[in-house]
């Protein structure tokens, strides 16, 4: 196994006890064991306690690629708005179980911002790094591009969910125009 999967395992380890972080799995990570590690991480830090419906907490409920591609969309912008950084993941990729590495670095990355560790200082909104995942969202929502914007570390995770709802807002109402 690679030395990616080691640094996974010593990191997301300090911080939950399941799902059994087994390299095979980690070497090309199946949805449902990501899901399973992000629910895990979000039960034990208490972080984006607000990120997802109830029904998304369920991973039985997520089985079409459109739902996994959502799901993973939303925990990986979340993640990188809360660090202030540009992760090289794409939700297609790691459903599609290719670029292990990067997905591996991604739970790190995920692992770290649940425990405060590598959060940087809430910078100005202009600073932020922002992206559109359009190749990666599921079709019905291809239409309105998000970008990231700025929130600061400090935020809860409602403000960031109601913040992230009014972008969504002020982009359709662009879009109407």
């Known amino acids: 196994m690679g030395e990616y999967v080691d640094e996974t395992i010593r990191v997301l380890g300090a911080v939950i006890t399941k799902p059994k972080l087994k390299p095979e799995l980690l ?5 449902r064991f ?11 830090t208490n972080y984006a306690t607000d990120l997802f419906p109830e029904d998304m907490m369920n991973a039985d409920n997520i089985k079409d690629k459109d739902s996994k591609l959502a799901y993973l969309n939303k925990i990986i912008e979340y993640v990188e708005r809360d660090l ?3 992760l090289p993941v794409k939700a297609g990729k790691i459903a599609a ?4 590495e990067n997905t591996n670095m991604f739970l790190v990355k995920l692992a770290e911002a649940s425990t405060g560790v590598g959060k940087k200082k ?18 019905e929502s291809r239409s309105s591009s998000s970008k990231s914007s700025s929130s600061s570390s400090s935020s ?7 913040e ?14």
Do not use: M, Y
């Not at 809860?156 to 109601?162: G, P, V």
């Open 27 to 31: 070497a090309k990570p199946p949805f």
């Open 34 to 44: 990501l899901h399973d590690i992000v629910t895990n991480i979000i039960q034990t």
């Open 84 to 86: 202030g950084i540009k």
């Open 97 to 100: 179980g290719q670029e292990p």
């Open 122 to 139: 809430a910078k100005k909104e202009d600073d932020r790094p922002s992206r559109s995942r359009e190749d990666d969202k599921p079709k």
């Open 156 to 162: 809860s995770s409602k403000d960031r969910e109601r």
């Open 164 to 177: 992230l709802e009014r972008e969504k807002e002020k982009e359709r109402e662009k879009e109407k125009e």
